[in-house]
């Protein structure tokens, strides 16, 4: 990382906000061993998972910051609040920026789907993948940190059934499964597969 405060992003589901989330960590642990603050401008019902991440937390981003990282879809420079900061911001599997925007140094594009190439890796490889491009080390620990921060998982009764509440992008969140699983109608509600 290169000192700049550091500003965290996601706009997606909260599936893939989760799948994500091991990344947010490891950015956040790079951060506070370089002494860089870390601000959240994505979802503000996600704030909460990310909150009480490293030493000194990470805070919601001021309404100037969230309001310039909005302004970034159609912008073709990095808005001036942003102009002294390092945008990470967490996506699926495409650039949701303009491309003079996504060519910006200052902005780094983490998807959480490969798309293609290399088999198909986890969500968790291609995180883990793009950040140590940048100089951040995977969190390996980041399902203990999920369970100490946020309590422990208990599994179902039926441990063969899961419940998928599935999105519009189900397909693509599907990831190497999309095309072997017979996924029900997004639009249906919760389903029990």
């Not at 983490?110 to 986890?122: E, F, K, W």
């Not at 309590?151 to 899961?162: K, L």
């Amino acid at each position: 990382m290169d000192g700049r405060k550091i500003i965290l992003n996601h706009q997606g589901a909260l599936g893939d906000f989760l799948l994500a989330w091991p990344g947010m960590l490891a950015v956040v642990r790079q951060a506070d061993a370089e002494g860089v603050p870390v601000y959240w401008a994505g979802k503000g019902g996600y704030h909460p998972f990310v909150a009480p991440l490293g030493m000194h937390g990470v805070a919601l981003a001021e309404p100037s910051i969230r309001a310039a990282v909005a302004a970034c879809y159609g912008a073709d420079a990095l808005p001036p609040p942003l102009a002294r900061a390092r945008l990470i911001w967490f996506g699926v599997q495409r650039h949701p920026l303009p491309p003079a925007l996504a060519a910006d140094p200052r902005v780094l594009f983490v998807p959480i789907l490969s798309g293609g190439g290399d088999g198909d890796a986890p969500p968790a490889a291609t995180v883990a993948a793009v950040l140590a491009r940048h100089g951040v080390a995977a969190a390996g620990d980041s399902l203990d940190a999920f369970r100490r921060l946020f309590g422990p998982w208990t599994p179902p009764r039926h441990p063969r059934r899961c419940c998928s509440f599935p999105g519009l992008d189900i397909h693509a969140s599907a990831g190497p499964c999309r095309t072997s699983w017979n996924w029900p109608n997004p639009c249906a509600g919760p389903a029990f597969l």
